[in-house]
């Protein structure tokens, strides 16, 4: 089975890609319209650097060539939401190419990725359409994957990690205001289909599964696929056909005369791009020699933690980064996280005294949540005594548990759920949950 | 009724008038410059009641330093003709009304020979100031592309051609096109061009070999007289070679029906102009329709061969040798600019043609006749009309091609011309 | 010009023909492609003259405005509760 995908990005700008209408909070349909994005003849397009800029974001995260130059061309399709029934995009001269996307170990081929504009939005209403031009103009990335994505989970699995990658690297809010829609690329015999206009994730995996299924069986029983265009319907979770002439007669890729050339080398070099968080993973596994599962669970709690580790990691060594960050810290970081980056040296220096033997491991623990809490340090003592003999007195009522945990870590679980009853609530769970394991392992 | 609708009534110029103009001095553009609280049709029923919310960048200039906007002049329906045969209303030629205007801005061409200091303003994409210009006997002005903010110009060409002034005198140019001139963050092909410079002497003069080759006898007089008049100026007049002239007509027509093309294609119906269609229609029916009921025989005809020139392997043989070939010719225009002013041709072959004549043309008879016309405004250089001589009561014109940004030498050619050559006005009757 | 050739253009122009305009323009795209091919002899030339003047970098900041016209702009259009009516979609 082969999938590719193309994913429309829409970019986090302020104004749109061509006119000056806002690009958020709209809060009635065509309010951010104006003669430039309704198509009215005599108005010019005028590019936003802006987006410009995050499209060169993107093409460095998908490890893309991005060209000295670029211009920009009018794909000619016919449809009611599209004010001039043109669309700008780039044709020639894509703002990335020939990239490559890490999932884990398997790569996945970018063929390119390129600046457009979005159209209206539409509902069909009785007899006719009702059309909603506020989202006309909006700078869009259309990213295109080779055929390399082997099944409908795996597209999933690239999607999460990708959009994960997009929104931290380009700063695109989770906050609704802008979508992330795919074409979706299938075939599972020679022939392909393309389900159009896909949105969100879950309707990306069913829309790949049941034609999966479809193609299957039509080619099980002995009949051909027709590359045609499909529309994935989310209510009956089917794809249907697509009317043929709905997309037919694409033409022209007339070069776009009003826009002129950009010279993206210039702008390029000023531009700092962030690191993905996959590509963190990446790095944290080469240069820190940790395993893949211990960068990723640090990684997506937050990238601020991922920060701490680093810099920890330089200051101390690897080995205390990820014994305290995945440990006591990584527990309190909810606290923690609105007060970084400015705490990261006092923390940095408890574990250099404990690195340096100055204090042992309790100490240090109790220090750190101490300095994270507030709390003083004695108070910190005590309750960690209570707890730790509340822990004690849990194990030696029931000493089969030291036999049970040295099989099978999961045993604790008897032990912390005793504490956590017992002591309602006063304790954190992953306070409990720490000393517990801190004091069945002294004790095998 | 005002006075420009009575003299409206005999040449038919204006599609629209302003209610009550203001006195003082005044001014007109043509159907496709989007002026507020007129029509903007652009000489198409597919447009017809589209009311722009805007003023065009050279209206809202013109408007700012006193000048009155008295009308809308009638133009070839998006400035597909030679002779303003295309558009709603046909103009008539002052020097005699049983022949065209020339066009597409013959309306405007009409307007500023037969009113007293009248500015009009048109627009070319292939010669459609200098043919109105030439045939009307008036000065005919098409700016480098870019020079004039094109904002409000509804073009269906766009990556050449310029919203340019017709008058009757050249103080006019030099009044108005610094006006209209400059950036304009409305259109950025604007936002490139150097400070005009007005005030260069025209020195020297170059004409293409065997240019006037094919040319009737009297336009072919009055050019050669005129190139004597320049001599007399004071201007060097040389002969050069410019091989690559021959390919303008076919790779401009190329470009400007792909161009065309995509331009076109935003009417269909809504949103703009004329929506009377039948909404309960699928989409696709609905802009078929729509197209083949207002769009006229040349707008039809141009969408479909902009389809043919970029669909599939055409893209390749024709819509982009035709960008190559505009790299040649830029190329053989600016070698001989660099050491002459400018370049001297007439500017139609003919003078203007009765109407009776023009109907017996095919699309392409028509469109050759732009053949030195087109290659400036192809190319997005400067230029000029200028009356050179009259054949039998009717004008014929001389064009002067500059280089990029430099208007200024024609605007000074214009005024010296008009103090060495003997033109002459309309009589107008009414 | 092939009749067939000539349906597609037209219908990928989203343009309708009558018998009597197809039979006119096909004598009229004929007479095109005789003017056309006076360029079978012309030179090649692999820099595409794109933009006549160069225009380059003429980008616009990121800053938003709000159009104080939008009333003014949809009393051109056809609209119903702030929507802009249009043709059936399929």
Redesign the interface.
Known sequence: MKIGLEIHVQLPTRSKMFCSCPSTGAEGPNEHICPGCMGMPGTRPSLNKAAVEIGIKLARLLNCTVPDVIWFNRKIYFYPDLCRHYQITQYETPIGRNGVYHLGKKPIGITEAHLEEDPGSMTKSGDGALIDYNRSGMPLVEIVTDPDISSPAEAREFLTSLLKDIRHVIDLPDDGERSIRCDCNISVGKERCEVKNVSGLKNVERALTYEAVRQTKVLQSGGKIVRETRHYDEERKVTTAARKKEFAGDYAYVLEPNLGVINVKGIAGDIVTKESPQGMVSRFQKEFGIEEKMAKQIINTSMKLAELFEHIARKADTENAVKWVAGPISSNWKILESQMPGRTDGLTDIIIQYKNKMINDVECSMRLKAFITGGTLSDMEKNGADLDALIRKAVSDNPSVIDDYRKNEKAANRVIGAVMKQTGGAYSSSDIVEATKRILDEML | MTRHRIINERYRMFSETAARPDDGPEFSVSDD??AMGFQ?A?GSRV?EG?????D?TAVSRLKAVGRSLVGKTNMDEFGFGMFTTTGPEVPRNPFDIRRSCGGSSGGAACAAAVLDDHVALGTSAGGSITSPAAFCGIFGLTP???RVS??????SV???GSIGVLASKSSMLRECLPVISGKD?????S??QPVLKLGKKLRSAAVPKGITDGVGKDVRKAFDDSLDVLRGMSVDVEYVDMP?L??A???H??LSV??T??NL??Y?G???GK?D?????????????F??RY?G?EA??R??????M??GEN?NA????S??????L?EDHKDVLRTHDVIVTPSMPSVAPNFSDIEGM???DR??TGRFAVPPV????PCLSVPCGYSGGMPAGMQLTSD?WDEGVLISAAEEWEKMFPMKRPEVSV | MDTDMLKRAAGAARIELTDEERVGFSEDIDKIFDLLNALNDAPSCNSLCFDPVGVSDALRDDVPVVDDNVGHILRNMSTYNGFVRGPKIV
């Open positions: 410059i989007a903007a652009a447009l589209y009311r722009p919310v805007f065009a480098t592309h870019g094109r904002y409000g110009q509804i073009d766009s990556s050449m963050r409305m259109d950025p092909v936002t490139v690559s021959r390919y007509l076919p790779a027509y190329i792909t161009e093309a995509t294609v935003t269909c809504m949103r703009v929506q269609g039948d909404l309960s229609l699928p989409f696709n029916d609905y802009f078929v329709s197209r083949s769009f025989r039809k005809l969408s479909i061969m902009g389809a043919l970029t669909s893209r024709f819509y982009l040798r960008l190559g070939i505009r790299q040649l830029l095919s699309s392409v469109y050759v192809f190319c997005g250089l990029h």
